[in-house]
Each structure stands twice: as C-alpha cells, then as structure tokens.
C-alpha cells in the first residue's frame, strides 16, 4: 500500500463504489494522509481513518512514503 496526502483546497467524499453516484461513506478532510490499497480506473481505493471506499486519484499528491 501507498500513503498519499490529500492535496485538493476542498474535502474529498470517500465514496462505497467508483462511481459519483455511490453513497458518501466518509468524507477525508484537506492534508490528511490516506493509505491507497487499490486503483479501478482513475479512481483509487483507499483506507482512511478507519473508513474504507473509493476516491478520484486526481485530489492526492504522489506518494509519501511506500508502507
């Protein structure tokens, strides 16, 4: 897994599937770190705080560290 930080000046919406019309599990807040398990796309997959779901790849920088 990656750790990516969030670099969007908004909040992201964690999503359930890879898709804008999917439930909102989570919402992860500007600068926060996320662990990225997976990609479908240009969406990732993504653990966060606890939370699992999907979120557009474009909202996050590079990677921080691989874990």
């Given at each position: 897994?990656?750790?990516?930080?969030?670099?969007s000046?908004?909040?992201?919406?964690?999503r359930?599937?890879p898709?804008?019309?999917?439930?909102?599990?989570?919402?992860?807040?500007?600068?926060?770190?996320v662990?990225?398990?997976?990609?479908?796309?240009?969406?990732?997959?993504?653990?966060a705080?606890?939370?699992?779901?999907?979120?557009?790849?474009?909202?996050?920088?590079?990677?921080?560290?691989?874990?």
């Amino acid at each position: 897994p990656k750790v990516k930080r969030h670099s969007s000046k908004t909040r992201v919406s964690l999503r359930e599937d890879p898709t804008t019309q999917s439930k909102i599990v989570y919402v992860i807040g500007q600068g926060d770190g996320v662990t990225v398990t997976g990609a479908s796309g240009s969406w990732y997959r993504i653990n966060a705080n606890g939370h699992t779901g999907y979120a557009m790849s474009e909202f996050f920088d590079a990677d921080v560290s691989a874990a």
